[in-house]
């Protein structure tokens, strides 16, 4: 089983010296790749593989004069980060995943850099090719082989290294019989982050939306500085900062949240993909981002994995929202500003979100059948109306 672990890693002044040009040389090797691909399809209708035709010339331009320079990066780095792009590409022709075709990268933003061969750890230090042991902070403990290390500084500066391991211990068996009572529903809200089939809502916490505030007041500030001037740049630090208190303050949020959700539970059944359709609308757009229901579903599917239980998607098309849970009669249309309802045909009154997480469960109860798994009886059907949880 493989588990990864980030760290904070403190380079002394000529170690981020040096990463600062480790990161540069990947970045270099990213953005030429893309501009060589871009260029030969455009000029003659010829599609090049980053994976292939871009990395085979990593060789080539280190033994010439102008690109030398790129000898003193750690090579495995580099060929990585020629697959990164082949994977954005990857992403751009997969017209499921609707993603954007690649975009170089800026020198301001977050920068990495992959390292496979000669990685070592202990318990205060790290070690990649090319450089001597930089002090970490190990938080926990991980025990298993190491199998690389990713380093990454953010836009303000501060550095870290993601340290995946091999257990070398075989994942758990995954449970063939699950409790009905152990499946969970879980929405994405618009008011809430989720709220589940339990009629339990799960709002964003004070102190994510206090360092979103924070961000926007910065973000404002920073629209105010005129361009290219000293003040801008110092504003400009201060939004990285920002950022990056908002996404450390989600990421721990939700590694929290999706903890004690697949704990309490053996499956969790969720909605997917209607993420990318909603974000297509603009004011939606911003509910949706902060509310990052993507990053909650990756960590679920994680946790659930390492206990052999079981992340279920359910399929957009399933019209969770317009379903009454109790008698399957489906509404029409159910515009977002309707909060409650009540069923046509068989008069049972529904709160919105908790109906939706109902239906998810039932769905991925379907699902799981499917699949081949036994699950138990799950105590009849709970009502979508009051619930004290929900009030
Ligand atoms: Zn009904």
Redo the contacts with the bound molecule.
């Keep these: 089983m493989l588990k990864a672990t980030k760290i904070r890693i403190y380079p002394t002044t000529e170690q981020a010296a040096f990463l600062n040009r480790q990161f540069g040389a990947v970045r270099f090797c990213y953005n030429t790749g893309l501009r060589i691909i871009s260029h030969r399809y455009q000029r003659h209708g010829q599609s090049l593989s980053a994976k292939h035709d871009i990395k085979k010339l990593l060789p080539v331009a280190k033994t010439s004069r102008k690109y030398g320079w790129l000898k003193e990066a750690d090579s495995m780095a580099l060929q990585q980060t020629c697959l990164n792009l082949d994977h954005a590409f990857q992403r751009f022709f997969d017209p499921k995943q609707k993603a954007g075709y690649p975009r170089f990268k800026s020198k301001r933003g977050k920068q990495s850099s992959y390292h496979c061969v000669g990685v070592k750890a202990g318990d205060d230090w790290i070690k990649v090719p090319k450089l001597g042991p930089i002090r970490a902070r190990m938080h926990r403990k991980v025990e298993g082989r190491l199998k690389s290390i990713t380093l990454t500084r953010t836009a303000s500066g501060k550095h870290y290294a993601s340290l995946l391991f091999d257990t070398e211990q075989a994942a758990p068996e995954p449970i063939q019989s699950v409790e009905g009572n152990k499946v969970i529903g879980l929405d994405m809200g618009l008011s809430h982050l989720a709220i589940d089939s339990n009629g339990r809502k799960i709002a964003n916490p004070r102190f994510l939306k206090r360092a979103q505030q924070n961000l926007k007041r910065k973000q404002q500030a920073l629209s105010r500085t005129k361009k290219g001037s000293a003040n801008r740049a110092k504003a400009r630090l201060l939004v990285a900062k920002a950022h990056e208190r908002v996404a450390n303050a989600r990421h721990d949020f939700q590694h929290k949240l999706s903890r004690q959700i697949v704990d309490d539970n053996q499956a969790v059944i969720v909605e997917t993909l209607k993420v990318g359709n909603m974000m297509k609308n603009a004011r939606l757009a911003k509910h949706i981002g902060d509310a990052s229901w993507y990053g909650l579903i990756t960590k679920l599917d994680d946790k659930a994995r390492e206990q052999g239980k079981y992340l279920v998607k359910i399929d957009p098309w399933f019209a969770s929202s317009k379903t009454?849970h109790?008698?399957?009669?489906k509404r029409d249309a159910m515009p977002l500003n309707v909060r409650s309802w009540e069923?046509?045909?068989?008069?049972?009154q529904h709160d919105r979100d908790i109906n939706a997480a109902l239906n998810i469960k039932h769905q991925g109860i379907i699902q799981l059948k499917a699949e081949g798994l036994s699950v138990s009886a799950h105590g009849g059907l709970r009502k979508s109306g009051t619930s004290p949880a929900a009030a």
């Design positions: 009454c109790v008698c399957h009669h069923c046509p045909a068989c008069h049972t």
